[in-house]
């Protein structure tokens, strides 16, 4: 039973860059949330989809845009990258929206 | 006032020492309550959910206390597999999980 997948692993951008992450949910979850973090700090949330639409979203700015596709799998995607975009891109997915959730391993951006 | 702190740490503890972690949240409504551990560069993952009548997990006892908005986790007789940093988490029923900042702890031998 596969986990959350998240590609890529790592990823190097320049600034002014538009960037797409992709997370695959674990099999059975319907909902997918994404997460900025910070080094040294905790996750922050950025949004969270379900049944293909925006259901929540944090406090990004437009630059940050997402989708969910019909099998749950979901994008990320900046644009305008900015140096203190850098950070791990964590997905999280769960069943429903207070069910537990399941981390990927992440995407670290570097932008420079 | 941020949404949900923690005791800033690092906690730097001997093996087999009991180390305590607090949390509290400004979100009265907030339904559920996890700790999550995060290894260096890795991602979070659950380490326990924390109940209202509290409970443990071989030497891992969390606790909740509703009126004070406090969460706390014991870890007692540390190992060094245990160097990790803890994050509070707090979900509101239908709403997003909101993590504190994270707690580092290293166990020294």
């Known amino acids: 039973d596969a986990g959350v997948t998240q590609s890529p692993t790592h990823l190097i951008k320049t600034r002014g860059q538009q960037v797409t992450l992709r997370c695959s949910p674990k099999s059975g979850h319907d909902t997918v949330s994404w997460y900025q973090q910070a080094l040294g700090q905790g996750p922050q949330f950025i949004f969270q989809y379900y049944e293909e639409e925006e259901r929540q979203r944090g406090n990004f700015p437009d630059r940050f845009s997402g989708h969910q596709f019909p099998n749950y799998s979901s994008e990320l995607n900046v644009n305008a990258l900015l140096l203190g975009d850098s950070a791990l891109y964590l997905c999280?997915?769960?069943?429903?929206?207070?069910?537990?959730?399941?981390f990927g391993s992440g995407t670290r951006l570097t932008v420079v | 006032r941020k949404e949900v702190e923690q005791d800033p740490g690092p906690f730097n503890v001997p093996e087999g020492a009991t180390v305590a972690f607090n949390c509290t949240y400004s979100?009265?409504?907030?339904?559920?309550f996890f700790w999550y551990r995060q290894d260096c560069r890795k991602e979070p993952k659950l380490l326990m959910s924390v109940y209202s009548s509290g409970n443990e997990d071989g030497r891992f006892t969390a606790q909740l206390n509703r009126a004070s908005q406090y969460i706390s986790l014991l870890i007692r007789d540390s190992k060094l597999s245990d160097s990790a940093t803890y994050l509070c988490?707090?979900?509101?029923?239908?709403?997003?999980?909101?993590f504190g900042p994270g707690t580092r702890l290293s166990v020294l031998p």
């Open positions: 988490v707090v979900n509101d029923y239908g709403q997003n999980f909101v």
């Open positions: 999280a997915s769960s069943l429903g929206w207070d069910g537990g959730y399941t």
């Open positions: 979100n009265s409504a907030s339904q559920s």
